[in-house]
């Protein structure tokens, strides 16, 4: 299926075809642009601050488009979808090539489980209005309060996650094709590593991480290679 144009604007262009990004600290606009990367889809970005100007996201004309005022935002076939994994299983079925959901049942109950995993239970525990909110609880020790509940929101959802994945895995998070799960796991490595987790009992993590960085789907997609990626931050 040929996939028409999908771009990423900010707030106040918002035609057809519209996945606004981020600056930082939210993962959940790269598992979509890595779906976008891998199926081969054109797309053009428009980045969405979340802390210049008070968070773009916050924006009347942001809000019209993603009532939740959060990132990312896709409209593309006359529709706007919010939320990463209902983006990417709308690609899914529209595009479904190559598939990112395995044929098998078993094996995608356990790619839905480990996506939700990390996208319901470790992310959204270190996204960036979480960690503003528990800033404000230690004025005195904001970096070092933030830091410490990253790190034991990220870890909590590691031990489970690596323990599951020595069950499921084979080259990738459910064995030896890339799916939707490994589309949440890259940034979600990447976002532990800023917070400097401690990776040694994560060997499993760590190797499918290892391996998912070479495609190159994930090198043009890597939260450090973005065009709106803090200087400090780039590789």
């Known amino acids: 299926m040929q996939a028409g144009k999908v771009s990423f604007p900010c707030s106040e262009a918002l035609p057809e075809g519209t996945f606004p990004g981020r600056l930082r600290v939210t993962t959940y606009h790269d598992r979509v642009w890595q779906a976008l990367a891998l199926k081969g889809i054109d797309f053009e970005m428009v980045p969405v601050n979340l802390i210049k100007d008070g968070g773009q996201q916050f924006s009347k004309a942001f809000q019209a488009l993603n009532p939740m005022k959060q990132v990312p935002t896709l409209k593309i076939d006359g529709i706007t979808i919010h939320q990463s994994l209902a983006i990417i299983e709308y690609l899914e079925e529209t595009r479904p090539t ?6 098998d049942p078993k094996k995608r109950a356990s790619v839905r489980m480990i996506s939700d995993l990390i996208a319901s239970g470790i992310q959204p525990l ?22 410490t509940w990253a790190q034991n929101a990220i ?81």
């Open 155 to 235: 870890t909590s959802g590691f031990n489970a996650l690596e323990q599951i994945l020595q069950s499921t895995a084979g080259k990738y998070c459910v064995g030896d094709e890339v799916t939707m799960a490994d589309l949440c796991l890259v940034p979600q490595v990447a976002n532990a590593e800023r917070f400097k987790v401690d990776f040694t009992p994560y060997p499993t993590i760590s190797c499918i991480n290892k391996r998912l960085l070479a495609l190159e789907a994930f090198q043009v997609s890597h939260p450090c290679r973005q065009p709106d990626t803090p200087t400090e931050l780039r590789a």
């Open 126 to 147: 270190q996204n960036l209005s979480i960690l503003k909110k528990v800033g404000e609880v230690s004025k005195d020790l904001r970096e070092e309060t933030q830091l």
């Open 98 to 103: 190559p598939r990112l959901l395995p044929r």
